[in-house]
């Protein structure tokens, strides 16, 4: 089945809707405008139920099929939010916000299922209940985490959830997809070095903690190369480095790192977090310093389940054709917080092309229009094929 017609039809309406919200980017959970756009837009489309602020600024619309016998709920969702950056794409829709700019396609996402829920609302042709989901936060505030504990599964009847990601490298309209982990859990990671300070002309008398800190920063790197399994896969950075004092002439008493710990497999996750505080701990007593830990859990792992993620496969390859759909794609270290709603409820998460296009949180990087019909598309023909009604009509023309 090809990309529908409809959705080619739609396209400029949904580029348009793209566009304005490129135009007027908004973080973690002030997603204000944003999510008061999607919620006029569904109760236009003529959604059965449209409620604002579930997880905070989150709205969930409701739409049912010509039937409902099959009893079957099935969740769709999109993410909103943008990211703390200056755009510099010089596009004329770009960001008008200063320090603010869509850049891994969140304003891509939502348009595409704000395009999804115009043509299920039209046409109804499935037996069953589609929830479309729209997600603030998804840009480290846990905003799925927020919808989940806000009974968003059950107040619905979700019984499967879905969502999708576009995927600059990959051509337009190709899609990859993977069961079990797709991407990883991301942990946060901060350390403080306590030494001693004193004059850069007298290291004697005192304990450096520029050197302790950097040494630890190295030794942090054994758990990979020296402590993970090199057939599993982990990732330690540290991406701040920060002391007491600014000055050419002091050696400070204290030093701050903060980094990130990535996992595809608990037990790597596990052994990471135990050894690490050891290992920090010994390293500052080895120079005469002392180092505090503290290790948080953000995202976890997101896991497709197996019969879910083989059934989105399948869809896709009936929009694109099964050559081009990897049903093995690779797993990623970047994190997701729809891995907070697939621990709720099966489902699975899939890429979708971005074609050739700057990679996401990039200040050049800018989603592509091009995949907006098969990325509408999937999701209307996931769930028509997921809850078949049981006298189909054919597409509007």
Same mark, same amino acid.
């Given at each position: ?9 739609? $396209?400029?309406? =949904? ?22 756009? !999607? ?20 709205? !969930? ?26 755009? =510099? ?45 729209? &997600? ?15 009974? #968003?599964?059950?107040?619905?009847? =979700? &019984? ?16 990859? =997809? ?6 990883? $859990? ?16 007298? +290291? ?26 090199? /057939?599993?896969? *982990? ?10 004092? &600014? ?6 008493? &204290? ?5 990130? !710990? ?8 596990? #052994? ?13 007593? *080895? ?8 290790? /948080? ?12 993620? *083989? ?10 054709? +099964?050559?081009?759909?990897? +049903?093995?794609?690779?797993?990623? #270290? ?25 990679? !996401? ?9 091009? /995949? ?14 997921? #809850? +078949? ?9």
């Amino acid at each position: 089945m090809p990309v529908l017609n409809r959705f080619a039809d739609l $396209a400029a309406d =949904i580029t348009v809707w793209r566009r304005d919200i490129h135009e007027n980017p908004e973080l973690l959970f002030d997603t204000h405008r944003t999510s008061a756009l !999607v919620a006029s837009k569904l109760r236009e489309f003529g959604c059965d139920e449209v409620v604002e602020g579930i997880g905070r600024t989150g709205v !969930v619309g409701v739409i049912r099929g010509r039937d409902t016998g099959s009893g079957r709920v099935i969740g769709l969702r999109a993410d909103m939010d943008a990211l703390p950056m200056t755009e =510099i794409t010089g596009l004329s829709y770009a960001s008008k916000t200063p320090g603010a700019m869509h850049a891994c396609g969140h304003d891509g996402h939502t348009a595409m299922l704000l395009g999804a829920a115009r043509y299920l609302t039209e046409t109804r042709n499935f037996d069953g209940t589609a929830v479309v989901i729209f &997600q603030p936060a998804e840009e480290g505030g846990g905003g799925g985490r927020e919808m989940v504990n806000d009974g #968003m599964m059950e107040r619905f009847g =979700i &019984q499967e959830v879905y969502g999708m990601h576009n995927y600059p490298g990959l051509a337009v309209g190709d899609f990859s =997809i993977r069961p079990g982990p797709m991407m990883a $859990a991301a942990d946060h990671l901060t350390i403080r070095v306590t030494g001693k300070g004193a004059h850069a002309a007298q +290291p004697h008398n005192g304990v450096d903690t520029v050197v302790v800190a950097s040494q630890i920063v190295l030794a942090l790197q054994t758990l990979v190369s020296r402590a993970t399994d090199p /057939l599993k896969s *982990a990732v330690v950075s540290i991406t701040s480095f920060q002391t007491d004092s &600014q000055a050419f002439n002091v050696i400070p008493g &204290q030093v701050e790192l903060r980094g990130t !710990v990535r996992t595809l497999d608990t037990e790597v996750q596990d #052994m990471i977090e135990a050894r690490l505080k050891t290992l920090v701990e010994g390293v500052a007593a *080895a120079h005469g310093a002392s180092a505090e830990v503290d290790y /948080l859990r953000n995202y976890p792992v997101t896991r497709n389940t197996e019969a879910e993620t *083989a059934f989105a496969a399948r869809v896709a390859a009936e929009i694109v054709g +099964p050559g081009r759909v990897d +049903p093995e794609g690779e797993p990623m #270290m970047g994190a997701e917080d729809f891995s907070f709603m697939l621990n709720a409820r099966p489902g699975a998460f899939i890429f979708v092309g971005n074609g050739d296009t700057a990679k !996401v949180h990039h200040p050049a990087y800018d989603f592509n229009d091009e /995949l907006i019909p098969y990325g509408c598309s999937y999701w209307a023909k996931l769930i028509e094929t997921a #809850m +078949p009604a049981s006298t189909p009509v054919s597409e509007p023309a």
